[in-house]
Every structure is written in structure tokens, then in C-alpha cells.
């Protein structure tokens, strides 16, 4: 069982920043993939990034040169850097660890931007 809470999200005006952080409730060093998806309203849940285990890194095309993945193996955390941020990246944003076993899901975090 993995658990996975999300935070840094909130409110920020168009072409700001946020830092979304991911803490896992066990080691990460050995998880095949942690991603971030979002879900805005009446959108299905989208793929946003991913990282692997190590540390190779994929960004849907919308999100190119403005977030980025990382990790921190020995803190056991996931983060997302959130810039450049546009109203249309508001949305609710879900850390993922991609296991052999089973896949695992945060509560997600809102990240709102307004114009």
C-alpha cells in the first residue's frame, strides 16, 4: 500500500509559478513510475508528466518548457514546478505511483489560475 499526499497548490494569476509537492508514505527509490495527471471540470483525468525510476522524464505537449518533474529519493517526495501557468492549466492536480503491483493515487491538489 502506497500512500500519496499532494500539496503546493492554490490560486495564482496567469503567467505565475507553483511548486507542487508529492509525499509517498513509503520509499520511492524502487517505483517504476511517479506521474502527475489533472482533471478539470468535465475533462477526463490527463496524463500532465512522468518520471521513471531513473529519472527519465515525459511532459504532454501542452505543458513542454513551462513544468517540470523531479524527485527526491531520499525524502520520498514527487514534485511538479508549475510555470509560466496559464487558465487552462487550472484544474486538480493528482500525484501517481505506477507500481508492479497496482497503481496508487493521491487526493489531489486544486491549482487555479486566473486571467
Known amino acids: 500500500q502506497v500512500r500519496l499526499v499532494e500539496s503546493g497548490g492554490g490560486l495564482v494569476q496567469a503567467g505565475g509559478s507553483l511548486r507542487l509537492s508529492c509525499a509517498a508514505s513509503?520509499?520511492?527509490?524502487?517505483?517504476?513510475?511517479l506521474a502527475w495527471y489533472r482533471q478539470a471540470p468535465g475533462n477526463q483525468r490527463e496524463l500532465v508528466a512522468g518520471?521513471?525510476?531513473?529519472?527519465?522524464?515525459n511532459y504532454t505537449d501542452s505543458v513542454k518548457g513551462r513544468f517540470t518533474i523531479s524527485r527526491d529519493n531520499a525524502k520520498n517526495t514527487v514534485y511538479l514546478q508549475l510555470n509560466s501557468l496559464k487558465p487552462e492549466d487550472t484544474a486538480v492536480y493528482y500525484c501517481a505511483a505506477l507500481t508492479k503491483l497496482d497503481n496508487y493515487w493521491g487526493q489531489g491538489t486544486q491549482v487555479t489560475v486566473s486571467s
Open positions: 513509503v520509499s520511492i527509490a524502487s517505483i517504476n513510475a
Open positions: 518520471i521513471g525510476r531513473l529519472g527519465s522524464t
